[in-house]
C-alpha cells in the first residue's frame, strides 16, 4: 500500500514531464529497509535531459518529498542511458533494474 501511495505521489509530481517510469529500489524495494532508510527512485525520463535539467528536477521533487516527510535518493536516467548503463557492474542503474519495483 505504501509503494502504491508513493507511486501516485510522484506521478502526480512528474505531471508535465517527460517520464516514462518511476521504479523504487535498494533497501525499501529489496524489503531490508529499517524506519530511517530513504527512499531510492529512478526517474525515467522519455527523452535524454542536460546536466542541469536533471538537478533542477531532482531538487524540486526531493523539496516536494521532503514536505511530505520522505527522505529520498533520486536517479534520474533517459531511456538511452538506462541502455548505455544496464549491464556495467556496479552502476546504479543496473541494480535499480535489477532489484527494482515499477510504481
Known sequence: MVKRNLGILLKGMLQGHNYEEIILFGSRARGDSSEKSDYDFMIVMKNNLITREKIKLSSLLRKKLAK?????????KSKDELNDYKTK?????REALKEGIPL
Open 68 to 76: 511530505k516527510g520522505i527522505d529520498a535518493d533520486l536517479v534520474i
Open 89 to 93: 557492474i556496479g552502476s546504479v542503474v
